[in-house]
């Protein structure tokens, strides 16, 4: 059974670091893209970050840029997201998911996690 599963979300101060975890199992993440995306209340789910675990390249939604960091740990078949100076605007909840492009577009995915709340109070 093919599963991702986020963690790490959580309540932090503007300014602040979590790190965001999503494990996978029943597959490798090997060759496959990985994305995160986010959805704050009202609003569209939209891009985050995205990794080609091929090669290790990476994309970031310039919001995020400078602050965000994507990163896999094959040997733990998992994938995190490292996040510095949030924003009470990067409040949402987070997703991660898994396809065949390395692309911010969510219709392109096709395996998802449940999502984590990360809340950042001002």
């Known amino acids: 059974q093919v599963r991702l599963v986020e963690s790490g979300g959580g309540l932090v101060q503007a300014g602040g670091s979590l790190r965001l975890s999503c494990a996978a199992s029943g597959f490798t993440l090997d060759y496959y893209a990985i994305g995160w995306f986010r959805q704050a209340p009202g609003k569209e789910r939209e891009g985050v970050s995205c990794?080609?675990?091929?090669?290790?390249?990476?994309v970031y939604a310039d919001s995020v840029k400078g602050r965000f960091t994507i990163s896999i740990d094959n040997a733990k078949n998992t994938v995190y997201l490292q996040m510095n100076s949030l924003k009470p605007e990067d409040t949402a909840v987070y997703y991660c998911?898994?396809?065949?492009?390395?692309?911010?577009?969510?219709?392109?995915?096709?395996?998802w996690g449940q999502g984590t709340q990360v809340t950042v109070s001002s």
């Open positions: 998911a898994a396809g065949a492009w390395r692309v911010l577009d969510s219709g392109l995915y096709d395996y």
């Open positions: 990794m080609s675990t091929g090669d290790g390249s990476t």
